[in-house]
C-alpha cells in the first residue's frame, strides 16, 4: 500500500509530560500504526496507557515530544499554528461527554455549524445548505435544529457532537470513548452511524473503547496498549480469533460476558501496574504477568510482525503455555 | 484494610425500602415528575441493578435516597426512603449528612465534576477519612495512600500529591471510588462506576466490591448501561422506563427471559464480543423511535407505547401496573396481563 493511501500513519510516537520534580510521565512511548481511508483503527488498553494522547498528538492538540505524524503523506508532527488550518480541518474529534462538549447556549444548528464559520468555508447559504445535509446524515429532524443541547437525549446530544465533527468533511474522525456514556439502546444507533460513515463517506477512524465487543464490532484493525506501548496489534480477525500477548488475554478474560452470570474465566493480574514514571527495564508487562520467565525482565521484547501484520511485544508468544491460554479462552467464548 | 471500624447492622427486614417514590422537577412554572410510582427494597448484602435508557430517572432516584436531588428545581413530591425504618424524605440537613457520612455513599457518575480541582488528591480522601473515624492527618493520610494503592492506582504515595487534571479519566473515577469505600458505607450506590475503566481496574473494583459486602453485609445499588456487568455483579434487576419501574426480577431471569418488550429490545441490542469474530459484523439491532422527553409524557397510557411492536389500544389509554410474572418477577405490561388469563 503507498503512503498517501493511509490517512493516518504515526511512527514512533513519543509524548511525555514533565513532572514537576524535573521527571517525566512516560505517557506514550514509541508507537507506531497507520489508519487507511474507509477503515476504523481500534485502541484498547488499560486505563491510563495512553490512549487519549495518542488521539490527542494525532490531532495535534497535545505536544509531541518524538517521532513522527503523517495527515495523508504530509508530516505534521512540527506544523505551526497557522499551517494546522488543515489538521484542524481533516482531524476532527468526538468526545466522551455529549454534554460536556457542546455550549449549553448555543443552538444545535449553530453548534454544528461553527467549525465551518472558523474556517471560513463557504458562503452564509452554502454553510446553512451543509447543516442541513449533516443534520440528515446523523439521523436529527431538520426542526430540531433550533433546539438547544438540554433539549436533545444524550444519544441526539452524541449525533450533535457528530454532526460538528463531519462538518469540515475529514478524513479522520477521532472518536474517544464515544459511546461509553450512552444507555445500549442509543450505542446501537450510534454504532450503525459510524458503521455507515465508514462505509458510506470512506471516513478513517480512531477509535478509542474500552468495550472490546463494540471494538469488535466497529474496528478492522486493533491495537492493544499497556504503559504508553502498543502490545499487540493486528486484524480484528487476528486479534480475536487468535489473541497472542498475555495481557491481551487478561483484557479479553475479564470482559464480563452477559451469558456467563456470576461466573468467570478471568485471568488475574498479580501486582499493581507499574509507575509510568519511571517504566520498568525489560517487558513492561513483566511484574504482573502469569507467564514471566527470565529474559522477561532483562530484555524489552520488541513488536515483532507475522507475516499477517499481526505483531506482539512478547518473549514468549509463541510458548506452549501461552498459547494454551489462548486456546482455553477461546474454547470458553465458543462453549 | 484495617478492622471493621463499626458495629454490624442488626436488624430485621429491608434495610433500604423505597415506596411510592415521586421526583419532580419545576420546569416553566409546572411540576413535571421525573420518576413515578417507584417502590424496591434492598436487603443488607444484597447487589440491585438498576438499567435503563438514559434519562429514565436512574441517578436522580440515587440521588434522592442520599437527599441531594437539586432543590430547586428538583424535589422529593411523594412517597418514603425509609433506611432502617427511619424515613429520609423527612430528615434535616444534619442528620442527611450523618446519613452521607456513616450509612450510604455514593460513587458519582462524572468523577470530573465531583473531585475539587484545588486540592490534591491525597488530601481530598484523607479529609473524608479524618471527618469520619476522627483519624490524625499523618494516620488519614496514610489510610488515604492505602486506599489509592487498593483502588489499583500505580505509586500511590507519588500520585497522592496529585490534582486531579493530572490524571487520566480511569485514574479520577478510581479515586472518586476510594472515597465512597474508604469510610465502609452500608450502602454503596454506584452510579456507572466502571464506563471509564478498562475491564481488567473494572474487575479489580468489582473485587473491592464484594469484599465491603463480605465484610461488612453492605448493600450495593449498581446503575449501569452495561449487561455484562449486571450479569456479573448483580443478584437483582430492576429495569426503569421514562420515570418507572417496568420490571424486576432476578438477574437470570432479566437477561435469559426479559418479559417486558422494552427489556427484550435492550437485550437484542447490545454487541457481544465473539472468539473467534463473525466475518461481517451485522449491524445491530435498534429499538425504534426516541424515549418521550417527561413532558410529552400524558398522563395516562404505556410510556413505552409509541415505540412498542406489540402495542395495543389499551396500552395508550391506560397506564399498565407492575403484574407479577412468577419467580417474585413483575412486568409493567399488558401482554403479560392478557396472558395471564
Ligand atoms: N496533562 C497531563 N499532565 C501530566 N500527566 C498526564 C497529562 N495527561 C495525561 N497524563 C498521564 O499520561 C498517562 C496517559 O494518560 P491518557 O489519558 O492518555 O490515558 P488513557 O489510556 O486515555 O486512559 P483512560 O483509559 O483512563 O482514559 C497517564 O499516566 C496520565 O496520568
Ligand atoms: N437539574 C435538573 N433540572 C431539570 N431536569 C432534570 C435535572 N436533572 C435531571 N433532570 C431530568 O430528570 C430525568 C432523569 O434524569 P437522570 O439523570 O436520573 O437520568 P438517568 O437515568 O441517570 O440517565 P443516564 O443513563 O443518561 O445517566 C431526565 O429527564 C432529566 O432531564
Ligand atoms: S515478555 Fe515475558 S513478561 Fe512480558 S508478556 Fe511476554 S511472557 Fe509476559
Ligand atoms: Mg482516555
Ligand atoms: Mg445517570
Known amino acids: 500500500m503507498t503512503e498517501t493511501a493511509n490517512v493516518l500513519e504515526a511512527r514512533d510516537l513519543v509524548v511525555h509530560f514533565p513532572t514537576g520534580d524535573g521527571q517525566a510521565v512516560h505517557a506514550v512511548d514509541g508507537v507506531s500504526f497507520v489508519i487507511p481511508a474507509g477503515t476504523a483503527f481500534g485502541l484498547v488498553g488499560e486505563s491510563g496507557s495512553g490512549k487519549t494522547t495518542v488521539a490527542m498528538a494525532c490531532a495535534r492538540l497535545t505536544d509531541i515530544t518524538s517521532g513522527s505524524v503523517y495527515l495523508q503523506g504530509e508530516e505534521i508532527t512540527h506544523l505551526e499554528r497557522g499551517a494546522l488550518k488543515a489538521v484542524r480541518r481533516h482531524v476532527q474529534v468526538v468526545f466522551q461527554d455529549p454534554y460536556a462538549s457542546l455550549n449549553p447556549r448555543e443552538r444545535a444548528r449553530d453548534i454544528v455549524r461553527r467549525p465551518l464559520d472558523l474556517m471560513g468555508i463557504g458562503t452564509k447559504q452554502e454553510r446553512e445548505a451543509r447543516v442541513d445535509a449533516l443534520f440528515a446524515t446523523v439521523g436529527l429532524r431538520s426542526e430540531q435544529k433550533d433546539l438547544f443541547?438540554?433539549?436533545?437525549?444524550?444519544?441526539?446530544?452524541?449525533?450533535?457532537?457528530?454532526?460538528r465533527a463531519l462538518a469540515t468533511s475529514p478524513k479522520l474522525l477521532i472518536c474517544d470513548e464515544p459511546v461509553s456514556a450512552l444507555d445500549v439502546a442509543i450505542q446501537a444507533q450510534i454504532l450503525n452511524l459510524l458503521g455507515r460513515l465508514k462505509g458510506e463517506l470512506g471516513l478513517a477512524f480512531l477509535f478509542i473503547s474500552h468495550d472490546l465487543a463494540v471494538v469488535q464490532h466497529l474496528c478492522d484493525r486493533i491495537a492493544v496498549m499497556y504503559l504508553g506501548q502498543i502490545v499487540e496489534i493486528g486484524a480484528r480477525r487476528d486479534i480475536f480469533s487468535r489473541p497472542r500477548h498475555p495481557y491481551t488475554h487478561a483484557l479479553i478474560s475479564a470482559v464480563p460476558s452477559p451469558h456467563t452470570i456470576g461466573a468467570s474465566t478471568r485471568i488475574r493480574l498479580k501486582g499493581d501496574p507499574p509507575s509510568p514514571i519511571s517504566p520498568p527495564a525489560g517487558c513492561r508487562f513483566a511484574g504482573r504477568c502469569a507467564h514471566t520467565v527470565e529474559i522477561c525482565r532483562r530484555a524489552t521484547p520488541t513488536l515483532e510482525a507475522g507475516d499477517t501484520g499481526h505483531a506482539v511485544a512478547c518473549h514468549r508468544a509463541d510458548d506452549p503455555e501461552v498459547v494454551a491460554v489462548r486456546d482455553m479462552l477461546v474454547r470458553a467464548s465458543s462453549g | 484494610m484495617p478492622e471493621p471500624l463499626k458495629p454490624e447492622l442488626l436488624t430485621s427486614g429491608p434495610l433500604l425500602s423505597v415506596r411510592d417514590l415521586e421526583i419532580v422537577f419545576r420546569i416553566d412554572g409546572q411540576d413535571v415528575p421525573v420518576v413515578r410510582d417507584l417502590s424496591f427494597d434492598i436487603e443488607a448484602g444484597e447487589t440491585l441493578g438498576i438499567v435503563g435508557e438514559s434519562g429514565c430517572g436512574k441517578s436522580i432516584t440515587a440521588l434522592s435516597l442520599l437527599g441531594l436531588v437539586p432543590n430547586p428545581p428538583g424535589r422529593v413530591s411523594k412517597g418514603q426512603i425509609l433506611l432502617n425504618g427511619e424515613d429520609l424524605t423527612r430528615a434535616g440537613e444534619a442528620r442527611l449528612n450523618a446519613v452521607r457520612g456513616n450509612d450510604i455513599s455514593m460513587?458519582?457518575?462524572?468523577?470530573?465534576?465531583?473531585?475539587n480541582p484545588v486540592y490534591t488528591i491525597g488530601e481530598q480522601i484523607a479529609e473524608t477519612v479524618r471527618v469520619h473515624f476522627g483519624l490524625s492527618r499523618a494516620a488519614a493520610w496514610d489510610r488515604a495512600v492505602e486506599m489509592l494503592s487498593q483502588v489499583g492506582i500505580p505509586s500511590p504515595k507519588t500520585r497522592a500529591h496529585d490534582y486531579p487534571h493530572q490524571l487520566s479519566g480511569g485514574m479520577r473515577q478510581r479515586v472518586m471510588i476510594a472515597i465512597a469505600l474508604v469510610c465502609e458505607p452500608k450502602i454503596l450506590i454506584a452510579d456507572e462506576p466502571t464506563t471509564a475503566l478498562d475491564v481488567t481496574v473494572q474487575a479489580q473494583i468489582f473485587d473491592l466490591f464484594q469484599d465491603l459486602q463480605e465484610r461488612f453485609g453492605a448493600a450495593i445499588i449498581l446503575i449501569t448501561h452495561d449487561i455484562g456487568v449486571v450479569a456479573q455483579?448483580?443478584?437483582?434487576?430492576?429495569?426503569?422506563?421514562?420515570?418507572?419501574?417496568?420490571?424486576?426480577?432476578?438477574?437470570?431471569?432479566?437477561?435469559?427471559?426479559?418479559?417486558?418488550?422494552?427489556?427484550?429490545?435492550?437485550i437484542s441490542c447490545i454487541p457481544h464480543l465473539s472468539l473467534p469474530p463473525s466475518d461481517v459484523p451485522a449491524p445491530l439491532f435498534e429499538i425504534p423511535g426516541v424515549v418521550p422527553s417527561a413532558r410529552e409524557l400524558g398522563a395516562s397510557g404505556c410510556a413505552f407505547a409509541p415505540r412498542c411492536s406489540h402495542a395495543s389500544g389499551r396500552c395508550a389509554a391506560e397506564t399498565p401496573t407492575l403484574f407479577p410474572v412468577g419467580d417474585g418477577r413483575s412486568a409493567a405490561c399488558w401482554l403479560e396481563v392478557e396472558a395471564a388469563r
Do not use: C, N
Request: proline share 7%; hydrophobic share 35%; charged share 20%.
Open chain 1, 149 to 163: 443541547p438540554h433539549q436533545f437525549s444524550g444519544g441526539q446530544r452524541q449525533r450533535i457532537g457528530i454532526a
Open chain 2, 233 to 266: 455483579m448483580t443478584d437483582r434487576v430492576m429495569v426503569m422506563y421514562a420515570g418507572r419501574k417496568i420490571e424486576e426480577g432476578s438477574v437470570a431471569s432479566f437477561i435469559r427471559d426479559p418479559r417486558h418488550p422494552y427489556t427484550r429490545g435492550l
Open chain 2, 107 to 115: 460513587v458519582f457518575q462524572e468523577p470530573m465534576t465531583s473531585l
